[in-house]
């Protein structure tokens, strides 16, 4: 496939998103919850998907070793959503995230990618701790965030967001 690492669950494989992954990458970031929970990221064709994974997900890729994972169900190879380790503009750390299409929500997927990505984060990546963001009406996200261990200390806003935002971390 590619030098990047992809790991391995009990269900679901994690592959480091890339330009092949367009497609999939366009429907989920134009999902209504993307858009009300994540925001518009103002793609609308799969160009503009392609430009996006090559200008945000790919540099940091490179970078550090770790990014966006597209997650791929093992059962049938259908690409179900994505979670991933981000080094965010305005944050201090790094941030672990999730999102999912409507149809694989509340099956256990998130914790099962976001705990093997906390793991590894530690263990493989040296991370010493792990932070996470969202909004305050995401309380789905909250839940999971704390079922990963992740403790809520306070609030912070992103850069060109006004939006206050809640901030988890968890220290390895």
Same mark, same amino acid.
């Given at each position: ?20 992954d367009a497609e999939f ?17 103002? =793609? /609308? ?9 090559? $200008?945000?997900?790919?540099?940091? +890729?490179?970078? %550090? *070793? ?57 263990s493989q990546f040296g =991370? /010493?701790?792990l932070n996470a963001i969202?909004?305050?009406?995401? $309380?789905?996200?909250?839940?999971? +965030?704390?079922? %990963? *261990? ?23």
């Open positions: 496939m590619s030098q990047y690492l992809q790991f391995e669950t009990e269900r679901l494989i994690l592959k480091p998103t890339l330009e092949e990458i366009l429907n989920l970031f134009n999902t209504p919850k993307w858009l009300k929970y994540v925001g518009d990221r103002n =793609l /609308k064709t799969i160009e503009d998907a392609k430009a996006y994974i090559k $200008t945000k997900m790919l540099p940091q +890729l490179n970078r %550090l *070793g770790y990014s966006n994972y597209t997650l791929i169900k093992k059962a049938d190879n259908c690409k179900i959503g994505i979670c991933g380790l981000y080094d965010r503009d305005g944050l201090d750390g790094i941030d672990i995230g999730f999102a999912f299409f409507p149809e694989y929500e509340r099956k256990g997927y998130a914790f099962e990618s976001a705990n093997k990505l906390k793991t590894i984060a530690f =991370l /010493k701790d969202t909004v305050k009406d995401n $309380t789905s996200s909250q839940k999971l +965030l704390e079922k %990963l *261990g992740l403790k809520l200390v306070g609030t912070t806003t992103l850069p060109d967001d006004e939006e206050e935002l809640l901030f988890y971390k968890i220290e390895k």
